[in-house]
């Protein structure tokens, strides 16, 4: 259960918003979920080690920790609440999930997300292109903003904010649990799904996901779990 008005910190910088509250957590614990967002991140962190991208004024970079929250299927739990904010935000009709928990606009990517445990606290980092109108060299083909899909700027703190309630909001209704309805708007909603995926040593047709999280891959007529990693599917990043 949590409760509101969640605390929420906004930070002129910071080198990382999960780094930051995983320093908290390690400190002194937290006695209540929490919420730091900053709009000037100096060393992001993104899955699988890399590094996240991000322009000072232009991108959110916010992270919210909680307690004793975390179950089976909690990264594309967060992924659905991400998604629905903001699906409604801009209106976007063609915003999808790439498993597990991108979210894209066409092949291109607009928000990353990145869940780290810490004892009994997890940790969600979400990184939203939002203004941006310029991206690196290297990301420059396979990254978008709100700006680019709305032809508008928005504010990231009112961003920020229905990102996080959405998020709490999936996350209380799902009681816990990776649960029926939010497994179905996360296949209604998912990219992979019908497409053919490449994993890390199999490669088949994306025919769902399961009760875990897990992606479904049909490899010749047998079905296949891809748990971690990254997939790769043609045409997409
Ligand atoms: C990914 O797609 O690889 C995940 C990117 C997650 C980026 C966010 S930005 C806020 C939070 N702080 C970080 O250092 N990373 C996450």
Not at 63 to 69: R, W
Not at 96 to 116: A, H, M, R, S, T
């Amino acid at each position: 259960m949590i409760n509101f008005p969640v605390d929420t910190v906004y930070l002129e910088s910071v080198d990382s918003t999960n780094s930051y509250l995983k320093r908290i957590i390690k400190e002194n614990g937290l006695d209540a979920p929490m919420v730091v967002v900053t709009d000037n991140q100096l060393s992001g962190r993104g899955r699988l080690g890399r590094v996240w991208q991000s322009s000072p004024g232009e991108s959110l970079c916010m992270s919210i920790a909680l307690q004793n929250s975390y179950c089976e299927g909690f990264t594309l739990l967060v992924a659905v609440g991400v998604y629905e904010a903001l699906k409604s935000i801009c209106s976007e009709n063609s915003l999808q999930i790439k498993w597990p928990n991108d979210i894209i606009c066409g092949n291109k990517k607009l928000c990353g997300i990145l869940c780290e445990r810490v004892g009994a606290y997890t940790v969600i980092g979400i990184g939203v292109n939002v203004n941006n109108k310029i991206f690196d060299e290297e990301i420059a083909h396979k990254a978008t903003s709100l700006r680019f899909l709305c032809g508008r700027c928005f504010d990231i703190k009112e961003i920020a904010k229905a990102v996080s309630e959405s998020v709490f909001s999936v996350l209380s209704k799902s009681g816990g649990i990776f649960d029926k309805l939010h497994k179905e708007t996360f296949e209604s909603a998912c990219a992979n799904i019908g497409r053919c995926v490449a994993a890390e040593k199999f490669s088949g047709v994306a025919v769902g996901v399961d009760e875990n999280g897990a992606l479904l891959l049909d490899v010749q007529g047998e079905t296949k779990k891809v748990t971690s990693g990254e997939v790769a599917m043609h045409g997409i990043y």
